[in-house]
């Protein structure tokens, strides 16, 4: 049974980065596209960034140039470097699976001013 297990989030002041990473075990990891997404309070869950087996990336509009993602397939986990961080990426961040639809139970990052 496919598992995502994030870790990273935190409590970081505006203008600071955190590391986020999601693992992965019980699958073929290679070969998935991976995603991460995030939701406020009060607010719908959003795609930030998604990395593809091969290594093509995509991302929202409000983190492009300061947000990575990346792909460790030996090690079967996904990163997301977030750098100047903002008050308003405040918000439980998710990794996702949407090749078998499976998600990680989420890790709060918390941005004060």
């Known amino acids: 049974q496919v598992q995502l297990v994030e870790s990273g989030g935190g409590l970081v002041q505006a203008g600071g980065s955190l590391r986020l990473s999601c693992a992965a075990s019980?699958?073929?990891?290679?070969?998935?596209?991976m995603a991460w997404h995030r939701q406020a309070p009060g607010k719908q869950r959003e795609l930030v960034a998604a990395?593809?087996?091969?290594?093509?990336?995509n991302y929202a509009d409000s983190v492009k140039g300061r947000f990575t993602i990346s792909r460790d397939n030996a090690k079967k986990t996904v990163y997301l470097q977030m750098n100047s961080l903002k008050p308003e990426d405040t918000a439980v961040y998710y990794c996702?699976?949407?090749?078998?639809?499976?998600w990680g139970q989420g890790t709060q990052v918390t941005v004060s001013s």
């Open positions: 996702q699976n949407p090749g078998i639809g499976v």
């Open positions: 019980g699958s073929i990891f290679s070969i998935y596209t």
């Open positions: 990395i593809t087996h091969g290594g093509s990336t």
